[in-house]
């Protein structure tokens, strides 16, 4: 499984737009049989449109074949409820194994 390091794109992630051009710049070097896990770390905030954004189009290509790895991210833990709450696809059934792994506060 590829980890995709946040960062990458930014301390702060924000904005729909944002989010699908983090998307497309690493959507050639994806492969939806291997997988991916999205890490947190060193991202100061995000909010959920970026993370929506960007988890819609990388669940779709990669066929739900998508982890996030736990963090305690104050940012990431509250947008995990709105998108759960917002959906009913993909990003919902990432989002919803992806909590059941989050650290409880």
Do not use: C, H
């Amino acid at each position: 499984m590829k980890v995709i390091k946040l960062s990458k794109f930014g301390t702060v992630l924000i904005s729909r737009p944002a989010g699908l051009e983090s998307f497309n710049a690493i959507r050639s070097d994806l492969d939806p049989k291997e997988g991916v896990a999205l890490d947190f770390e060193g991202v100061l905030t995000v909010t959920p449109s970026w993370f929506d954004e960007f988890l819609i189009n990388l669940g779709t290509y990669m066929e739900g074949n998508v982890e996030l790895l736990p963090t305690q991210n104050a940012s990431v833990l509250a947008s995990l409820p709105i998108l759960v709450s917002a959906r009913d696809d993909v990003v919902a059934d990432i989002v919803r194994r992806a909590i059941e792994k989050m650290p409880q506060s």
